[in-house]
């Protein structure tokens, strides 16, 4: 069974450039969530989609972040203009409900340093 | 609001050793409790779960009680390897859609 997708592994931006991660699901998985992990500390989650619409993206800031999943499948998380402290490895996952929610299976993120 | 707190790291032990990861919680109801396992250069895995007091999850020789009355959900393995190396997160989930993650513990394993 193939894992949950992320691309680009890795990105470096200037600060007030903008940046898009692109994340693949587990087929089948109509729950997909992103976290941010900041180095040292634990991942939070910024948005959670249950199919093709939001559940949870309160710790979404939401002036900057945005997120979209187009047919319930893949999804797309941007940053516009990134700032600083928006340095972080960038996690999406899936599971098959939101009654698993921990039961989720992570992709190998992206990690993002922006100067 | 509900939180989790892991000890913090790095933790140095040589292989067989006896590894225990503290992790406790605070929950305003009765959470599921897991604890996930990332591998240098990979995602998240989860390692064990416990859904209610007194459960014990268990896999791959780690294991990890949900106690109730102290509120927490340590890990454990009697004898650790090198490839036991990685960072271990402990979780919690009360539903609402959320999961809570600790800090992290970053374990490393010397031969």
């Known amino acids: 069974e193939a894992g949950v997708a992320q691309s680009p592994r890795y990105k470096i931006i200037e600060k007030r450039q903008s940046v898009a991660f692109w994340c693949n699901p587990i087929s089948g998985h109509a729950t997909l969530y992103w976290y941010q992990q900041i180095l040292g500390q634990g991942p939070k989650l910024l948005i959670q989609?249950?199919?093709?619409?939001?559940?949870?993206d309160s710790q979404l800031p939401k002036d900057r972040f945005s997120a979209e999943r187009l047919k319930g499948v893949d999804s797309t998380l941007k940053i516009q203009p990134a700032k600083l402290e928006d340095s972080a490895v960038y996690l999406c996952?899936?599971?098959?409900?939101?009654?698993?929610?921990?039961?989720?299976?992570f992709g190998q993120g992206t990690r993002l340093t922006v100067v | 609001g509900d939180s989790v707190t892991q000890m913090e790291g790095p933790v140095t032990l040589s292989e067989e050793a006896f590894l225990t990861i503290n992790c406790t919680y605070t929950a305003t109801g009765y959470p599921s409790l897991f604890w996930y396992v990332q591998y240098p250069g990979e995602g998240l895995q989860l390692l064990l779960k416990a859904t209610k007091a007194d459960d014990k999850g268990s896999n791959k020789g780690f294991e990890a009680t949900y106690r109730k009355e102290t509120t927490s959900f340590h890990l454990e393995k009697g004898s650790v390897q090198v490839s036991d190396s990685a960072v271990y997160f402990c979780?919690?989930?009360?539903?609402?859609?959320?999961?809570?993650f600790g800090a992290g513990t970053r374990l490393f394993v010397k031969a």
């Open positions: 989609f249950q199919n093709n619409g939001v559940v949870d």
């Open positions: 979780a919690s989930y009360t539903g609402g859609f959320k999961t809570i």
């Open positions: 996952a899936s599971s098959l409900g939101t009654n698993s929610a921990a039961e989720a299976f």
